[in-house]
């Protein structure tokens, strides 16, 4: 039996990523209040001091094309629109989506209903773009990965994390939070963390403190030139056991004479290495793979 309510419409224009570009809306949802759900890692943002903040760093302007991830209760969605008249957004979740499609007209929020991680970033950024987004914390350092292909496309990103990935992101040589993340995202991007966010700041309220980063791809002509696959190759075990030493880690990959030939001592931690050192590794793991 019916609860008289009416299905969402849907569009049947095919989307980015393989989710659907929604329009339309059901007023009744608004009524209703939107239970979050741990599946999706959903704290919503609801301090307006801190979307204030947060919209005082992104600096949105008109024109600039803003795709927006995870807008959940579109707090940070609806000053951006304010301040762009119009954002993109990428929502997984089809109950706040509809209730995207019932608050913003078409004019001002082009509603993707897609899973960010599965999502075809080539389409989206087929122009460049200005990312933003609280991501949830179950999904945020793949996604950061996800991005890396499409970064010379990016203008910016500012995201908002969990404190503990920020700090991994922006750590320097030598510190216990330095590591592969640190390592790869400071290769592609200058980063600069610019301010925390208490768990206050959030509906249900999170077990951990978050933080505000700030990403800008480096130029093409600042990246040092090595092959992207080579260098990932090396970065990741290098850090897969933070104990041994490169010569251990890195065995598979090139022996101790060919590491020092890069200019990297053997014995060296990863976690002792700037990316100019994993940048030599990447090169001479190229040339040995020529000879052979």
């Known amino acids: 039996?019916?609860?008289?309510?009416?299905?969402?419409?849907?569009?049947?224009?095919?989307?980015?990523?393989?989710?659907?570009?929604a329009t339309g809306g059901d007023p009744i949802l608004a009524a209703e209040p939107h239970r979050?759900?741990?599946r999706f890692g959903q704290n919503f943002l609801h301090d307006p001091g801190v979307v204030s903040r947060i919209v005082e760093a992104i600096d949105p302007r008109p024109g600039q094309a803003i795709v927006e991830i995870g807008p959940g209760q579109a707090a940070l969605t609806s000053a951006l629109i304010e301040r762009a008249g119009h954002v993109r957004a990428i929502e997984i979740d089809r109950d706040l989506a509809a209730r995207l499609r019932q608050r913003f007209s078409a004019e001002k929020l082009t509603l993707i209903e897609a899973d960010a991680l599965k999502i075809d970033?080539?389409?989206?950024?087929?122009?460049?773009?200005?990312?933003?987004g609280n991501l949830p914390y179950n999904i945020s350092t793949p996604l950061l990965f996800a991005l890396l292909p499409v970064a010379e496309r990016v203008i910016d990103q500012h995201f908002m994390l969990q404190k503990e990935v920020v700090d991994r992101m922006v750590a320097a040589p030598g510190s216990k939070t330095y590591g592969r993340l640190s390592v790869m995202l400071q290769f592609r991007y200058r980063l600069t963390k610019l301010f925390d966010v208490p768990r206050g700041a959030f509906k249900p309220t999170p077990?951990?403190?978050?933080?505000?980063?700030?990403?800008?791809?480096?130029?093409?002509?600042?990246?040092?030139?090595?092959?992207?696959?080579?260098f990932a190759r090396v970065v990741a075990p290098a850090f897969g056991q933070r104990r041994k030493t490169l010569r251990n880690a890195l065995s598979e990959l090139l022996d101790a004479d060919q590491i020092a030939a890069s200019g990297v001592d053997p014995q060296a931690r990863a976690e002792t290495l700037g990316v100019d050192s994993f940048v030599g590794l990447s090169r001479r793991l190229v040339t040995v793979a020529k000879t052979i």
């Open 121 to 132: 970033w080539s389409d989206v950024a087929a122009t460049p773009l200005r990312l933003v």
């Open 36 to 38: 979050a759900r741990k």
């Open 207 to 230: 077990q951990v403190t978050s933080s505000v980063v700030r990403m800008k791809p480096r130029g093409l002509s600042e990246l040092p030139q090595v092959d992207a696959q080579a």
């Open 1 to 21: 039996m019916s609860d008289g309510r009416r299905a969402a419409p849907s569009s049947s224009r095919a989307p980015l990523g393989g989710g659907r570009i």
